[in-house]
């Protein structure tokens, strides 16, 4: 049974850090691209960031680029997503999603993705 799990959201300030942590089991966790999603009242669920299987290829939001980073550690079947310079309008659920290798390009899509995590809040105050 494949378990994604994210954690580290919370209330900060604007221009404050924040670091999401997404553990995944279940799953061949080094052969899958991995994806953060996010979700704000009303709006649909945006593409935030993404990371081929090995690392090598990252891809950003043109809203996140220069401020949020994308990483993993394959040996702890973990992704990361640093968070910087927040804004008000990163308030929003961050859901972390696993999809088969490939997926992961200049253009990435919920729908492509076949495991998805609960979310955890990140609210950003001004």
């Known amino acids: 049974q494949v378990q994604v799990v994210e954690s580290g959201g919370g209330l900060v300030q604007a221009g404050g850090s924040l670091r999401l942590s997404c553990t995944a089991s279940?799953?061949?966790?080094?052969?899958?691209?991995m994806g953060w999603f996010r979700q704000a009242p009303g709006k649909e669920r945006e593409g935030v960031s993404c990371i081929s299987w090995h690392g090598g290829n990252t891809y950003y939001a043109d809203s996140v680029k220069g401020r949020f980073t994308i990483s993993r550690d394959n040996g702890k079947n973990t992704l990361f997503l640093q968070m910087s310079s927040l804004k008000p309008e990163d308030t929003a659920i961050y859901y972390c999603a696993a999809a088969r290798s490939g997926v992961c390009r200049g253009g990435y899509y919920p729908k492509d993705f076949s495991y998805w995590g609960q979310g955890t809040q990140v609210t950003v105050s001004s």
């Open positions: 279940g799953l061949a966790f080094a052969s899958y691209d």
